[in-house]
């Protein structure tokens, strides 16, 4: 028997007795179950919970997601990052109102044509909430399937996951949804990442060539990863009082829409940070301190010089907000939110 078609008989009574409970496996909601699968992309599971509930008590329907003003969805997201996923869950609630009446389309062609749901998400809505035979291939079942065939091909081409993918569909038993969920469970516990498998509490070490073999630390193989490009800036806070500078970042592009601290490419010495401020329209008062930061994102590292100012009067091109206000209303992303946090 290949080691796939052994996979249902052996997970699906493990994952019954084993199940993390998390909050978004408490019913098969459609609109519960694609809402946490897109905030746990690139987002650990305890980080998570939190913004689940609130985002959930905010928003509670697919309606009010849809009919939700930018200003707060990006507040309630505030922290999470990656925000087109965020821009995206809108859009694709206002396509499900518009289009299927505020009912989550029930077939996997349907569901893989909505905004922001690719494969991975159709196939964890689909099997999970209408046990239909569709996998749903995360970095999780990658790494499981690679320890268990000892498959030194890189897990992220996109052959490897179209071949898992395919092998996958045509064990499914009856219960989808507990099939898909086990698979992820055991990727995320005890076939784990960035740590060693735990090989003797695992369901599937009679089979698995990683644990039958002593390889299992071996797997999975991925392409070397492209340096990320290096980019500078400095970064002003500017205070007036009780009042801090803000402005909207551009409609497209990185960390679109959102709010963000003024600031200019490269590092500026103090004598220069002052003549672009008052460049500005602003007279500057005192400096107050001087940090540096990083943040990364994907493709690119941001290395960050602060700058704190206080100013004389709130005035330039810039929005004007009471710390309250920012608190509330005003989503900063992590890479600005980080200066902020220092006051």
């Known amino acids: 028997m290949e080691v796939f078609e052994k996979l249902p008989r052996v997970l699906l009574p ?47 329907s697919i309606e009010s997601l849809a009919n939700c003003d930018d200003g707060r969805l990006h507040k309630l997201w505030e922290g999470l990052g990656y925000y087109s996923r965020v821009r995206n869950l809108k859009k694709c609630a206002r396509v499900i109102m518009e289009s ?28 999970i909430c209408f046990d239909l035979p569709t996998p749903a291939v995360d970095g999780n079942v990658l790494r499981v399937i690679a320890r268990l065939t000892e498959d030194a091909t890189p897990i992220d081409t996109p052959a490897f996951k179209t071949n898992v993918r395919q092998r996958l569909e045509k ?11 086990a698979l992820m469970e055991l990727g995320a516990t005890v076939c784990g990442p960035n740590k060693k498998p735990d090989c003797e509490n695992c369901p599937c070490r009679r089979f698995c060539g990683g644990a039958l073999h002593g390889t299992a630390e071996k797997y999975p193989v991925k392409r070397p990863k492209r340096q990320k490009k290096e980019e500078e800036m400095t970064v ?3 205070s007036c ?17 959102l709010w963000q601290f003024p600031n200019c490419p490269g590092k500026q010495e103090l004598q220069q940070a002052l003549e672009l401020v008052q460049q500005w329209g602003l007279t500057p008062k005192d400096i107050l301190r001087q940090t540096e930061r990083s943040h990364i994102f994907t493709h690119i590292r941001w ?9 004389a009067l709130p005035a330039g091109e810039f929005t004007w907000l009471s710390a309250e206000k920012i ?17």
């Open 241 to 257: 009082d009780g009042k801090y500078a803000l402005q909207k970042r551009p409609d497209t592009g990185l960390l679109a829409s």
């Open 236 to 238: 002003f806070i500017l």
């Open 14 to 60: 493990w994952y019954r007795e084993n199940r993390r409970e998390l909050p978004w496996r408490q019913d098969k909601e459609p609109y519960h179950v694609w809402l946490s699968e897109i905030m746990l992309q690139q987002t650990r599971v305890e980080a998570v919970k939190g913004y689940y509930a609130r985002f959930l008590e905010a928003l509670p």
């Open 303 to 311: 290395e960050m010089r602060g700058i704190y100012m206080e100013v």
């Open 327 to 343: 608190e509330k209303e005003a989503a900063l992303p992590t890479a600005f939110r980080q200066f902020w946090e220092e006051l």
């Open 100 to 127: 299927y009446g505020g009912r989550f389309p029930q077939s996997y062609a349907e569901v893989l044509k909505l905004p922001g749901i690719g494969a991975y998400t159709a196939g964890a809505v689909c099997s």
């Open 171 to 181: 064990v499914y038993p009856q219960q989808a949804g507990d099939f898909t969920q």
